[in-house]
Nanobody
Framework: QVQLVESGGGLVQPGGSLRLSCAAS????????MGWYRQAPGKQRELVAR???????NYADSVKGRFTISRDNAKNTVYLQMNSLKPEDTAVYYC???????WGQGTQVTVSS
């Protein structure tokens, strides 16, 4: 069964941290570029961060220096470490496997005091 399962979302205060995980199954994980996207209410889904099969990364300007994407091919898992969170980071975060064209169900991140 092909699926991506995200976890790690929740409610956090401004300035706090969260770590999202995305576990993949049914795909050749190591060959896929993996991405984290987010969608806030009333806005379009946007790319947050992406990591290639070779480990190259790129980030949205709004999260550079605060978020870090990483992958563990042995565990078929991609991570998003989010630090110094801001209220504008509030959104549903989705995991994507680019070459397999698969999306996860999303996990809610809410940054609020």
């Amino acid at each position: 069964q092909v699926q991506l399962v995200e976890s790690g979302g929740g409610l956090v205060q401004p300035g706090g941290s969260l770590r999202l995980s995305c576990a993949a199954s049914g795909i050749i994980f190591s060959l896929n570029t993996m991405g984290w996207y987010r969608q806030a209410p009333g806005k379009q889904r946007e790319l947050v961060a992406r990591i290639t099969s070779g480990g190259s990364t790129n980030y949205a300007d709004s999260v550079k220096g605060r978020f870090t994407i990483s992958r563990d091919n042995a565990k078929n898992t991609v991570y998003l470490q989010m630090n110094s969170l801001k209220p504008e980071d509030t959104a549903v975060y989705y995991c994507n496997a680019h070459h397999a064209d698969v999306w996860g169900q999303g996990t809610q991140v809410t940054v609020s005091s």
